[in-house]
């Protein structure tokens, strides 16, 4: 069975700072990960994937994240916070190409002025 | 940039109450998800559905919860008789093809039951 682990319901950073937001993950199978990205009365917007190969990915809007098979996680990664990237961040994990996403339980980030 | 349609945005009603959610799926997709999310909680899958039936339901989709796809663009999720615990948001989502593992969802329907 899959599951993930955020760790922090809650990260709030100052501008400029880096952002680290934490997912680990279990997955009996070789597992595809994700970050989700909602802003506020919006759905969720895909940030990045992993599936196969690289496993440092890069997203959309600075942001990456590094598939760590050793230590099962996903860590979702950006230099420098902007204000705009004030949101709540889901990391979710589905079995191989198939199979429904399984989502953790989302960090909020505030980024601070 | 195709995206997914959900209405209403925000839905309050009676405890005991049908409600019905309504979806407009990307026009080529040919998969289809509900998940909800309730207040603090995470995302949890309901239902997926492909080829006019439902693929795979979690145990949360009872038999309270129905889906379809009546005229081959809305696709629907039915609450016959609402309880206080499905006060939730519900996202719709939609993928092209199996293997492409890449949902696009919808911007959500708040349901509030009374």
């Known amino acids: 069975a899959q599951s993930v682990t955020q760790l922090g319901s809650h990260v709030s950073v100052s501008e400029g700072a880096l952002v680290l937001l934490r997912c680990n993950y279990s997955?009996?199978?070789?597992?595809?990960l994700f970050w989700y990205v909602q802003y506020p009365n919006q759905g969720l917007q895909l940030l990045l994937k992993?599936?196969?190969?690289?496993?440092l990915v890069k997203g959309i809007n600075g942001f990456e994240a590094e598939f760590k098979k050793s230590e099962t996680s996903f860590h979702l990664t950006k230099p420098s916070a902007h204000m705009s990237d004030a949101a709540e961040y889901f990391c979710a994990v589905t079995p191989g190409s198939q199979g429904n996403l399984i989502f953790g339980k989302g960090t909020k980030l505030s980024v601070k002025p | 940039e195709p995206e997914v349609t959900q209405t209403p945005s925000h839905q309050v009603t009676q405890m005991g109450q049908e409600v019905i959610l309504r979806c407009v799926p990307i026009?080529?997709?040919?998969?289809f998800y509900w998940y909800r999310q309730i207040l603090g909680q995470k995302v949890e899958f309901l239902v997926s559905?492909?080829?006019?039936?439902?693929?795979?339901k979690s145990e949360i989709f009872d038999d309270q919860f129905s889906v379809e796809r009546p005229d081959g663009s809305n696709f629907t999720l039915k609450i016959r008789s609402t309880k206080l615990e499905d006060s939730a948001m519900y996202f719709c989502a939609s993928i092209q093809w199996a293997g492409a593992n890449v949902l696009t969802f919808g911007a959500g329907s708040r349901l509030t039951v009374l």
């Open positions: 559905f492909y080829n006019n039936e439902i693929s795979e």
């Open positions: 997955s009996s199978v070789p597992p595809y």
């Open positions: 026009s080529n997709h040919l998969y």
């Open positions: 992993y599936t196969t190969g690289a496993t």
